[in-house]
């Protein structure tokens, strides 16, 4: 069973920082796309970061391109985001992710969510002004 745990959300001021982790187990050794999403109620999902676990090449959108950095650790079979700089438009729930698709492919889609094979519960990030 496939597991994508999701921590480090939290309130936090504008210009502050924060880190997400996203702990995964069971899933399978031909998934190796993993990324990070969030979403607003009323709004699609986003692809904001992205990572090809076996090279550690990685994509982000420009909404967050400078202030976020996505990273892993195999040897904990984690994930996570660091988010600096943040903003009251980076107010969303953010999701893990693990994509089966070519990563290179993934990445020049944006992150288009019809490949993510596999969801986290999600961790609220609520930034105040």
């Known amino acids: 069973q496939v597991q994508l745990v999701e921590s480090g959300g939290g309130s936090v001021q504008a210009g502050g920082s924060l880190k997400l982790s996203c702990v995964a187990s069971g899933v399978p050794y031909d998934v190796n796309c993993m990324g990070w999403f969030r979403q607003v109620p009323g709004k699609t999902r986003e692809g904001i970061a992205g990572?090809?676990?076996?090279?550690?090449?990685?994509y982000y959108a420009d909404s967050v391109k400078g202030r976020f950095t996505i990273s892993q650790d195999n040897a904990k079979k984690t994930l996570y985001l660091q988010m600096s700089d943040l903003k009251p438009e980076d107010n969303a729930m953010y999701y893990c992710?693990?994509?089966?698709?070519?990563?290179?492919?993934?990445?020049?889609?944006?992150?288009?969510?019809?490949?993510?094979?596999?969801w986290g519960q999600g961790t609220q990030v609520t930034v105040s002004s």
């Open positions: 990572v090809f676990t076996a090279e550690g090449r990685t």
């Open positions: 992710a693990a994509a089966r698709a070519f990563c290179h492919t993934w990445f020049r889609e944006e992150l288009d969510p019809g490949y993510v094979a596999y």
